[in-house]
Structures are given as structure tokens and as C-alpha cells.
């Protein structure tokens, strides 16, 4: 059995170190521990505890890179054979089920949890520095450790569920959110149902309840860490959380053998689906004939879902925005139209944000994956007219979202034009602008190099790129080299070299779909 | 939409090479492609066919020599290139979720053809590459052969002068083979310029009026298809398959002034007949053998001295 799991390891670890970008990977880690270090090295002039600020550090970045492996690097290891429609070969090689899932999921758990171990060493300088104890790092390890290998296995589950790398990833997230966020929600919703009177306070359904949420805040990896980072941590390493996520982490991986005949040996079809695109013409979901724009046309319907998508996203946002304004209308002393109007506001600009950075992630990567480049470069147009026309379609998929955000703009107008001024005159608030319109160009860009993960790549690039420039000015103030002035300077020169990058990055992804197209 | 004939070449290729990663790909070739003919580029697995076809279609632009398209400059003149040429990559390269009606409407569009105009070109390409009956088939579900006329429907929606088709029967079954060889030639009866890549030279053979032979980056023989035969062999080779056996028919044959060479084949029946095309030909051939009392039942030039053609052509090895 462990032959068939050996060469799959053997050959992972082989293809691992062949590539660039994961020795490119480790090198950027390296930098960003060695940065948190100097930062730490500095700040420990003007604070006590350096070397817990530096560990906080370390832990935190670790864990931001934990949670991004769980949605890409762990949660395709099935997925990707599923794809390349390998999964029958290998079990024709005489690898069995389990073989094949071990073979998969310990080459990526092993290089992550080297990742870990090797900062052991660099991390035991904290304690130098003062603030932290040796039993605070070697908690800290366990339970990073042990939620990696729950995450780990998650992913493999999900793997074996799903048949696409991209659903796959969704689900762990979807999990993580759960995991994350579902203890608060529950224990808000019983509180709720209690202080109006829907269930006893005393009642076993609420007991029972309490006690589940206690324990998953028990088993909470974050909980865990906070507890460990506070001053006069002298618990065992080995809590609850550790056990619970080792448990769970071998319960992930029974159910994903238990799985594996049911889900990962289904055929997965390749192609493309239409969705709620109807194949009869004259139908309201019909695609129709196709516009003089064909290139927006094409992405409009067969990227984005089309009319019918549109009108779904349309009654969906609808209902969502009427529930949450009814429901902070229900339990708010007051609540003004110009409120409501401010909640559709900023609830729909995050629906926005997230609505194009998903587009972002699939506007050129599906003409990749589908191998549709080369007859489309093939048109009588520039490889940037069909990059803008293919743009243009897919922003018509983000209408319904842009016109609740108009309405909450409309009806909350007085109270956001009070403050605009001072906003337009902020720095910060063209920063922020710019630095989002780079992580839609940045995750365009690389998805034309990456096969999957494009997004949780720009989002990690974006938040170290955020850190490094915040602490670098951070520390600039701290050390007295300059006020708020040259603080406000760096960030306009920051936000005009980002600016100028966005533009850059117009060329880099006409250069690169091109290359593409030559393939 | 087809433009004047005159003598200038569509494809000119001059002394272009191309490397990738270090691998010289092409390595100065040169040739040409006349108008309205049907040109076949024949190469073993990573000859440079596809690369070539890259560099005629715009999408790869060559790192030395020349390369004109109708006389326009691959370099510097793309959109008119690309508005006269239709390419088929040798993958299926088609939006497979679109249905076949809304594939080759999409790309009408893309055109710039008005709603009348792509009515009656999709209606006639689908006509063409006979699958009226499948329009309103999601691509997704037609067989390989079917999705290869759909590419090539695809190709034909701009009326182009020249079609560029990459190793078009590669994977399809005998009778799609057919099918599309008689598409090929009823477009060229249309007269389009057809530029077909493959790497089985019997497969062209009675298609092409020209054929350029690639291997290893570099130009092995361009020219007709009958002066590969004298190129590669000074006399053309006949295979005759007779009814009966003939008693005395090989000596009474190899009596007869230009005829150097008869031979039974290991088929029974069949013989393997070698002439000087300068002192006889085909005619004189038939008509002694009908008057030797043999009766014909065929009558082809012999396939196997292509692919050895071929072969001697190009060198061995899995490249």
C-alpha cells in the first residue's frame, strides 16, 4: 500500500522543488520574518516586550499563510488529478484509494509544516528579545500545527466532494467562514430568540447550545492564540484546540477514504457549462443573436450568466437588502430612510468589490483554461481591444449590484455628501481607491500565469505589500524621521507609483495573452 | 469575396527562423504558395509545421527573415492579414458550451457582418461543411468530426482568401477523413488558397498541388507533388491490379521501350510497374497491359514510394 503513497510523494516532492515559485514562495517568507525582525529590532527601542510584538508578528503572518494553503494548495490535491482526468490511471497503477489520497495530501502537508519548523529556530529570538517564553513558542507551534493539519485535511474532503478545483476551494472557505464566524452568530441568534422570549433562558435547547458554542470557542485556533500571546501564558501545549484539531483533522481524512469511491471517481466533464443561458432562442435567458460588441456579448452571457444570472443576482440582492434593513428596522430604536439608504450604501459596495474581484480572477484565465485564446486572437483586432471588449461584457454582470448601490448612494446622499469633501482631501482615501483597482489588475495579471488561486495570491500579495509599506512608515514616524506631513508625502507618491503600475500592468497582460495565444 | 489572381505569391517565406527556450525551431526556411492552390506542409512531430503556421497566421512573429501574407508584412500589417485569413489551430479551439448556430454568429459578429449578412453566411458555411441539421447543437455534444467542421465552419464565416488549417484530420475516423478531404476540395474548386499541415504525406497526397516538406526546422523539398516522385526518384512508380493473372505479361511489359522495371507485389494479382516518363506514360502503359488480354481493376500510383519519399526525406528519431 505505502509504495503507491512513496512514489506519489517521491514525485511531488521532485515537481516541488523543480518549480521556481515555491523556492520564489519561501524566499518572500524569509523576507517577511527577517522584516518582522528588524521592525521588532526597532520598535524595541520605544516599547517593552519586542520580542512578543516580533512573534505576534511571525504567528499572525503564518497563520494569513495557513489559511491561504487551505483554500488553494490543500484544497486542489484531488481536484487537479480530477481535472487532468488522471485518477483512473493512477488506480490502474495499482495505487489504492487511501495510497492516493496520502500520496496527495502529505507532500503538501509535509512542505507546510517544514515551513513551519524551520522558522522554530528564528522565532526562538523573540524570547531573546524579551516578552515571550519558551512554552508560549512551543504552543504556539502546536496549535498552528495542529490547525494545519485539520485545515489539511478539510481540503482533501472538499477535494474529493467537488469536482472542480474552484468549488473546492469555495467549500473550504465556506467552512472556514463557519468555523470562524459560526460560534458568534449562533450564541447573537440564541441571545436573540432568548430576550424575546422564543425559548427559556433555562431551556436544554439553549443549555445545549451554550455549551456547543463553548466548545467550538475551545477549539478555536484564534481563541488559542490570543490565549497563548497574553503575558503569563503557562498552560500545556497540548490544549484542547490541539487535540480537537488533530481529531478533526483525522476525521476530515476518514471521510474523505469514505468518500473517494463515491465522488472522486465520477467523470468530470471538461467542458464548460451554460448555466442559466436557455439554447432556445426567443427565450428571456436566451443569449439572442449576438451583438456588434460579440467579444462583450460572449462574456456577458457565457462567463457571466447572462440576463437570467442578472435577474436572479437582482431579486437576490433584493431580498437580502430588505431582510437586513427590516431586521435593523425591528431591533433599532430609530431608523431613518437616510440610514437604510447607508446600510444598501456600503453593504453593496462590498457586494461590488467582491463581485469584480471574482471577475477579475476569470476574465482571461477561462479563455486560457477553455484553449479559446488562439481563435479569438485570430480576430481583425488588437489583443487589448479584445482584453477591453471582454472587459466591458463582464462589468454588465455587476449592473444589478451597481444599481442597489446607486439607490442606498441616492437615499443616503445627504449624509455622505456632508463629509465628502474631507474624504476627497484624505491621502488615504485615493490610496485606498488605487490600491483596489491594482488588486483587480494584480489578479487579472496572475491569472494568466497561475492555474488556479489567482485571487488568494493577490489578496495575500496585496496584504504583505499593505504591511510592509505601513510598518516601514510606522516606523519612519516612530524613529523621528519626519511628522504627518512626510507620512502624507510617501503615501501620494505611494498611490502614484501604484497608479502608474496600474497602467503597467495594462501592458503586461496585453504582452502576456498574446505570448498565450502563440501557444 | 474573392480578390484578383495575379502571380504574386499569398504565403512568401524568406530565409525565417525561430527558437523557443534555445530549440531552434525553424532554422532559415524558405518557400512559397501560390494562389488558389492547395499546398500541403508535411513534417514528422516538432518539425516546425506548427510554429511556421503560427508566423503566417500573425500570432508568432518571426526572429529573422521575412515573412508576407498577400504581399502584406506579418510584422506590420496584422489586421489585414488576419481580415483575409482564417486559421484552424490543431486544437479544438471553440467555445464548446455556445451552440453551433451561436458560435458561428459570435464570430460573425466579431467580423463585423450585420444580423442579414451572418444569416446567410452561417447558412451557407453550415450548408458547406453539411451540418444544417445540427445548428442548434450545444458543440459540447458533437463528436470530434462534427466539431472539426464546426472549426472549420468558423473559419469560413469572413469569406477568406487564404484557410490555414493545422493538421485538420489528426484523431478523426476514416469517414470524417473523407468528409473533410471533400470539403477541402470542393473550397478549393471555390478558389480559396488552402495551406494544410500534416504529418502523414499519403494523407495529402491526392489533394495538394504542392507540398513543402519540413523536418528539424528546416526545408526539405517544396515544390508539386509529382516532382517530389522525380525529385526523390528519377521515375515514377504504378501499381496495377489486374483481374486474372496473365500469363507473359511481365515479360511482354518489360519488352516495351520506357518501361525499366515490373514486379509482382506481395498481393496477388498486383503488380509494381517503374517508367521513364520520357520515352512512355500512363496511356501507353494501361493500353499495353489491355492489349496483353489483361483486364484492370485498378490502376493508382504507388502510396508506399510517398511515404518512402518521405521517409528518405527526413531523418529518424522521436523528436
Not at chain 1, 503572518?61 to 485518477?87: R, V
Not at chain 1, 476574465?363 to 472587459?391: C, D, G, N, R
Not at chain 2, 511489359?253 to 520506357?258: D, I, K, M, T
Amino acid at each position: 500500500m505505502l509504495q503507491g503513497t512513496f512514489a506519489l510523494f517521491h514525485r511531488a516532492l521532485c515537481v516541488d522543488f523543480r518549480l521556481t515559485r515555491t523556492h520564489l514562495f519561501r524566499f518572500l517568507f524569509a523576507v517577511l520574518i527577517l522584516f518582522c525582525l528588524m521592525i521588532a529590532h526597532s520598535s524595541s527601542r520605544v516599547m517593552g516586550a519586542a520580542g512578543l510584538y516580533l512573534f505576534s508578528q511571525i504567528i499572525y503572518l503564518n497563520f494569513m499563510f495557513i489559511l491561504m494553503a487551505g483554500i488553494s494548495f490543500f484544497a486542489t490535491a484531488i481536484t487537479e488529478e480530477k481535472e487532468e482526468q488522471t485518477i483512473g490511471l493512477l488506480l490502474m497503477a495499482g495505487v489504492n484509494p487511501i495510497s492516493l489520497l496520502l500520496g496527495k495530501s502529505l507532500p503538501r502537508l509535509v512542505s507546510a509544516l517544514i515551513l513551519l519548523s524551520i522558522q522554530f529556530p528564528f522565532t526562538l529570538l523573540a524570547i531573546t528579545l524579551g516578552g515571550v517564553t519558551f512554552t508560549q513558542v512551543l504552543a504556539t507551534y502546536a496549535t498552528l500545527g495542529a490547525f494545519l493539519i485539520g485545515l489539511s485535511n478539510l481540503g482533501l474532503v472538499c477535494s474529493v466532494l467537488c469536482s472542480r478545483s474552484r468549488t473546492a476551494s469555495t467549500l473550504v472557505l465556506i467552512s472556514l467562514f463557519m468555523y470562524f464566524l459560526g460560534p458568534p452568530l449562533l450564541g447573537w441568534c440564541i441571545d436573540g430568540a432568548v430576550s424575546e422570549n422564543w425559548v427559556g433562558a433555562n431551556s436544554l435547547i439553549v443549555g445545549g447550545t451554550k455549551s456547543f458554542i463553548e466548545l467550538c470557542y475551545e477549539s478555536s485556533v484564534l481563541r488559542q492564540l490570543s490565549l497563548i500571546l497574553t503575558s503569563g501564558f503557562s498552560e500545556s501545549p497540548w490544549g484542547f484546540q490541539f487535540w480537537t484539531n488533530l481529531m478533526a483533522g483525522v476525521l476530515f481524512f476518514l471521510l474523505a477514504s469514505l468518500c473517494f469511491n463515491r465522488f472522486a471517481l465520477t467523470e468530470v466533464s471538461t467542458d464548460p457549462g451554460r448555466g442559466l443561458v436557455s439554447k432556445k432562442r426567443n427565450r428571456i435567458f436566451s443569449p439572442g443573436r449576438a451583438w456588434m460588441q460579440a467579444l462583450a456579448w460572449k462574456d456577458f452571457y457565457f462567463v457571466n450568466g447572462g440576463l437570467g444570472m442578472a435577474l436572479i443576482k437582482h431579486i437576490c440582492y433584493g431580498v437580502a437588502l430588505f431582510s437586513l434593513c427590516a431586521y435593523i428596522s425591528y431591533t433599532s430604536r430609530s431608523y431613518s430612510l437616510q440610514e437604510m439608504g447607508l446600510t444598501v450604501f456600503w453593504t453593496m459596495l462590498i457586494v461590488v468589490l467582491i463581485e469584480i474581484s471574482l471577475i477579475s480572477s476569470r476574465i482571461f484565465h477561462v479563455e486560457v483554461q477553455w484553449k479559446t485564446l488562439v481563435s479569438t486572437a485570430m480576430l481583425p483586432q488588437s489583443m487589448a481591444q479584445i482584453a477591453y471588449a471582454k472587459v466591458f461584457g463582464s462589468m454588465l454582470a455587476v449592473i444589478p449590484a451597481f444599481f442597489y448601490l446607486i439607490i442606498g448612494g441616492l437615499l443616503g446622499i445627504e449624509e455622505m455628501t456632508q463629509d465628502l469633501g474631507m474624504v476627497l482631501a484624505e491621502p488615504g482615501f485615493w490610496l485606498t481607491c488605487i490600491e483596489i483597482l491594482f488588486f483587480w489588475h494584480l489578479t487579472a495579471l496572475l491569472s494568466t500565469f497561475i492555474k488556479w488561486g489567482a485571487l488568494p495570491l493577490a489578496f495575500v500579495l496585496m496584504w504583505v505589500g499593505n504591511m510592509v509599506f505601513f510598518f516601514s512608515m510606522s516606523m519612519v514616524i516612530m524613529g523621528g524621521g519626519g511628522g504627518p506631513d512626510v507620512f502624507e508625502a510617501v503615501t501620494i507618491l505611494f498611490t502614484l507609483f501604484l497608479s502608474a503600475s496600474i497602467v503597467g500592468s495594462h501592458f503586461m497582460i496585453n504582452e502576456r495573452l498574446t505570448y498565450l495565444a502563440s501557444q | 469575396m474573392n480578390h484578383p489572381i495575379n502571380n504574386q505569391p499569398v504565403i512568401d517565406i524568406q530565409n525565417v527562423s525561430h527558437s523557443f527556450k534555445g530549440h531552434r525551431a525553424l532554422q532559415g526556411i524558405s518557400f512559397q504558395v501560390q494562389p488558389q492552390s492547395l499546398h500541403g506542409f508535411v513534417g514528422p512531430n516538432g518539425a516546425g509545421k506548427t510554429t511556421t503556421l503560427k508566423i503566417i497566421c500573425t500570432l508568432l512573429r518571426p526572429q529573422g527573415g521575412k515573412v508576407e501574407v498577400f504581399g502584406h508584412n506579418v510584422q506590420s500589417a496584422v489586421k489585414e492579414i488576419r481580415k483575409r485569413i482564417g486559421f484552424m489551430p490543431d486544437h479544438f479551439s471553440t467555445y464548446r458550451q455556445m451552440t453551433v448556430f451561436e458560435y458561428l454568429d459570435f464570430f460573425g459578429a466579431a467580423y463585423g457582418l450585420g444580423v442579414d449578412q451572418r444569416n446567410q453566411v452561417i447558412n451557407d458555411v453550415l450548408t458547406l461543411t453539411d451540418m444544417d441539421g445540427r445548428k442548434d447543437s450545444l458543440i459540447s455534444g458533437l463528436s470530434r468530426g462534427m466539431q472539426q467542421r464546426v472549426s472549420l465552419a468558423r473559419v469560413l464565416v469572413n469569406d477568406p482568401d487564404l484557410l490555414l488549417l493545422d493538421e485538420p484530420a489528426s484523431g478523426l475516423d476514416p469517414r470524417a477523413r473523407i468528409e473533410l478531404m471533400e470539403i477541402l476540395q470542393e473550397l478549393k474548386r471555390m478558389g480559396k488558397t488552402i495551406f494544410i499541415s500534416s504529418h502523414i504525406l499519403s494523407e495529402l497526397a491526392e489533394l495538394c498541388d504542392s507540398v513543402t516538406i519540413i523536418d528539424r526546422g528546416l526545408v526539405k523539398y517544396s515544390g508539386s507533388m509529382d516532382g517530389l516522385l522525380t525529385h526523390e526518384q528519377e521515375h515514377p512508380v504504378y501499381k496495377v491490379m489486374l483481374e486474372a493473372e496473365v500469363e507473359g505479361l511481365i515479360d511482354s511489359l518489360l519488352r516495351e521501350p520506357g518501361i525499366l522495371k515490373v514486379e509482382p507485389t506481395e498481393k496477388p494479382r498486383e503488380l509494381r510497374i517503374m517508367f521513364d516518363v520520357t520515352l512512355t506514360n500512363t496511356g501507353n502503359l494501361l493500353s499495353k497491359i489491355i492489349e496483353s488480354n489483361g483486364t484492370i481493376e485498378s490502376f493508382q500510383r504507388d502510396k508506399k514510394h510517398l511515404n518512402q519519399a518521405f521517409l528518405d526525406l527526413t531523418e529518424q528519431g522521436v523528436r
